[in-house]
């Protein structure tokens, strides 16, 4: 791996058409932009991770997740009765006359 | 209405009842609206975000306050200026789920969770500079043995 310093202002290249430079520094967050050409995809690491982690939340091929109830923790009183700042309001949505199983 | 849905076949709702995500999630960010489902005898820990268009797509979920007591989101200035709230209290808040077996093994996304305007019945999911993707629900009960 490549490490170097650079200041504001200053650039590196990679290859032939793509220029990083550092715009700011303000504390703990760095400005950079980026000129690429279009066909190169850029994106926030963790944006990739995320999209990659609903991918696997998504596919529960192997596993049946009715089978999580009896590890979730279920006390609902000792919530409600909970003085937290953080409450969760939503009613999930009623099941009407469900027509098939 | 009605939707087939992954876990529960056909079933009928009220259409207030769908959340809308003007951005999808991340990865699906063509899916806009989703229901949220609870698991029978779930009391409401253990739910899944169906979506509307698509029935073969359900993210199982849960209520992270119901797994630690301890988790605080805290959103950015444009990310509640987005849900139309002041601050992050005023939001809830549902992790996903990968679930895996045996189920000791699956894992809870804090860092990434569905957040939820309840009186708009606006969402969109959030990545949090704080918390893990990976959270063994395992741990949880290791947590709440300490608390005890």
Known sequence: MLVLQRKEGESIIIGNDTRVTI??????????????????????KELLEAAEENKAASDHSEAVPTHLLGVVRRDVEKYEKRKQKYFNKVKPAEKLNETSK | MEFNTKYFGAIRCDEESILQFPQGLFGFEDEKEFLLLPFEGSDESLLCFQSVTTPQ????????????????????PDELES???AQSEDLCYYTLCVVKEPVSKSTVNFKCPVVINDITRKARQVILDQYEMRHLLSDFSKEEEEEA
């Open chain 1, 23 to 44: 715009l700011a520094v303000e504390g703990s967050r760095v400005r950079i932009a980026i000129e690429a050409p279009k066909e190169i995809p850029i994106f926030r």
């Open chain 2, 57 to 76: 797509l359900a993210f199982v979920a849960m209520n992270p306050f119901f797994l630690s007591r301890s988790y605080a989101p805290i959103l950015k």
């Open chain 2, 83 to 85: 849900l139309d709230v």
